[in-house]
Nanobody, 126 residues
Framework: QVQLVESGGGLVQAGGSLRLSCAAS????????MGWFRQAPGKEREFVAH????????YYADSVKGRFTIARDNAKNTVYLLMNSLKPEDTAVYYC???????????????????WGQGTQVNVSS
């Protein structure tokens, strides 16, 4: 089992940057691919980024490509989301999640993930 705790959210002006962290407990963290999702009020949970267990392979939603970077440090049991050039539409609660690797779903679908953090709020002002 993996427990996930996100941090690093806050209020930032448009054009600014934030770094989110997701700290994982459990010795199996390095075997999991990981994802970041976000959910704005009244909207469905939305895929943001995915990183393979090794960190070699990454994948991004079109809406964040070129602005966000996902990274991980398996020695620290932590996955990061570096967010640059933030826009008001990036405002949401951001969640990290551990990928179950269940091939019934592609990595952009929340049902594929079986451990979730509690989320961290990001607010981008215009």
């Amino acid at each position: 089992q993996v427990q996930l705790v996100e941090s690093g959210g806050g209020l930032v002006q448009a054009g600014g940057s934030l770094r989110l962290s997701c700290a994982a407990s459990g010795r199996t963290f390095s075997t999991y691919s990981m994802g970041w999702f976000r959910q704005a009020p009244g909207k469905e949970r939305e895929f943001v980024a995915h990183i393979s267990w090794s960190g070699i392979s990454t994948y991004y939603a079109d809406s964040v490509k070129g602005r966000f970077t996902i990274a991980r440090d398996n020695a620290k049991n932590t996955v990061y989301l570096l967010m640059n050039s933030l826009k008001p539409e990036d405002t949401a609660v951001y969640y990290c999640a551990a990928d179950s690797a269940d091939r019934r779903w592609i990595v952009t679908i929340p049902d594929r993930y079986h451990y979730w953090g509690q989320g961290t709020q990001v607010n981008v002002s215009s």
